[in-house]
């Protein structure tokens, strides 16, 4: 039976510190690990929304947006998605991961050629996976140099670069500018998965293309509701044709049950709670820093690159896991980030930051590791 050798496969992952369960967050533990960045996922507005959207149009969709699941409150989500990021139109998914993965697979054809980040989040390594099996080719890279060589064999006349702006394991940038440059020079165009930037980049939250001041028709923007915008669900954003045919051609768009209404409810008080507050977005970055600089004068390698996301190297799995378990018997909930997520020999913390912290917050957290 296949079930003995799951089995076995789940001892050997045991043994090398590698298995994975499901665990309670402890009550009373600072969660420093969540991507709820600005603290919106119980700010009582957004719960209210939600409440209120759950009210008016029911706990579920009900069916796929095509059939029967549409509703006002995602239209108007839409609406002010697109406007927040300066593109003409935008489309909401289920989640981030099934937007990735539609998008990806929609763009898809036997012409196509996919040039896809290494270090890309495993909903965009899976999304080319799939479209390789509608013809595509995909090819990986890491530098823009290694790029621009994969770029410039190519032939293909769908060319479509495929990245993370900010790579959610180490929390640095794509370099946008660089690799918008070479889409230019060779035709391509790019899909930028911004999950983590979107909230936390540039002076408002508007993601990577507002930190790095650039803007292009070439860009489709991927993004989720369920990190800085509290709540649940993925969007993409871009020219109307884009979304127009994304809404018949995406897999998990087509046969999957539109978002239920109080994520869509919540996720629209967020983004306009975004706009309001904009001083959230300063505040985490800054709470990022402090973050860093902090575990690094206690001798940590704490690397801050101007996002949320602060990796904490450990190295062993072991170490990782037992560093984890150290911190949370201190009240302290960041779990050890072990292969195949991260490649092997870097075993981390993922420490992230939230606008809401204070110096309270941050004094127990350096409290926790400086007792180590
Ligand atoms: C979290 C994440 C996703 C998936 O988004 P969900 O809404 O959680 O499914 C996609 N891409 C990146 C880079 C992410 O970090």
């Known amino acids: ?24 967050v402890p009550e009373g533990t600072l969660d420093a690990a969540s991507n709820d960045y600005l603290g919106l996922a119980r700010h009582p507005e957004v719960v209210r929304a939600a409440q209120d959207a759950a009210e008016q149009f029911g706990a579920g969709a009900r069916a796929s947006r095509l ?5 006002a409150l995602i239209q108007q989500l839409e609406t002010e998605l697109a406007s927040f990021k300066g593109t003409e139109t935008a489309l ?22 996919l040039f896809c980040h290494k270090r890309n989040h495993a909903s965009l390594l899976d999304g080319c996976r799939l479209a ?60 930028l998965d911004d999950a983590h930037g979107t909230g936390t980049l540039g002076a408002t939250g508007r993601g990577i293309e507002e930190h790095f001041g650039v803007h292009s028709e070439r860009i489709l ?7 800085a915008l509290g709540s649940q669900g993925g969007f993409v954003c871009g020219p109307r044709v ?22 869509v409810g919540a996720a629209l008080a967020a983004l306009r ?18 973050l860093a600089t902090r575990l ?47 490649p092997r020999g870097t075993s981390r913390l993922r420490l992230t930051a939230c606008s809401e912290w204070g110096p309270e917050e941050l004094e127990r957290i350096v409290a926790g590791f400086s007792s180590i």
Not at 67 to 71: Q, T
Not at 221 to 227: A, D
Not at 320 to 334: F, H, M, N, S, V
Request: net charge neutral; glycine share 8%; charged share 20%.
């Open 92 to 113: 909401v998914f289920s989640s981030g991961f099934a937007a990735n993965v539609g998008v990806i697979s929609a763009l898809s054809n036997d012409e196509a050629a």
């Open 242 to 263: 884009a979304i127009d045919y994304f809404l018949g051609a995406a897999p998990s768009f087509v046969y999957s049950t539109g978002l239920n209404p109080p994520a």
């Open 67 to 71: 059939v029967s699941g549409h509703f």
């Open 132 to 191: 390789q099996a509608k013809g595509a080719v995909t090819r990986y890279f890491e530098s823009p140099d290694k790029l621009r060589a994969l770029l410039q064999k190519s032939k293909s006349p769908r060319k479509i670069v495929v990245a993370d702006g900010v790579f959610s394991m180490d929390g640095d940038l794509l370099p946008l500018p660089e690799v918008l440059a070479l889409c230019g020079e060779f035709e391509a165009i790019l899909l």
């Open 1 to 24: 039976m296949i079930w003995r050798d799951l089995e076995r496969e789940l001892q050997q992952r045991e043994a090398a510190g590698r298995r994975r369960t499901l665990r309670l």
């Open 273 to 290: 709670l975004l706009q309001r507050e904009p001083g959230r977005v300063r505040r985490c970055r800054d709470n990022a820093m402090q």
């Open 296 to 342: 690094g004068e206690l001798g940590f390698e704490a690397c801050f690159s101007g996002t949320p996301i602060i990796p904490v190297i450990i190295g062993d799995e072991r170490a990782a896991l037992a560093l984890a378990a150290q911190l949370e018997a201190r009240g302290l909930w960041c779990p050890a980030i072990r292969p195949p997520t991260v």
């Open 221 to 227: 923007t991927v993004g989720t509701l369920s990190k």
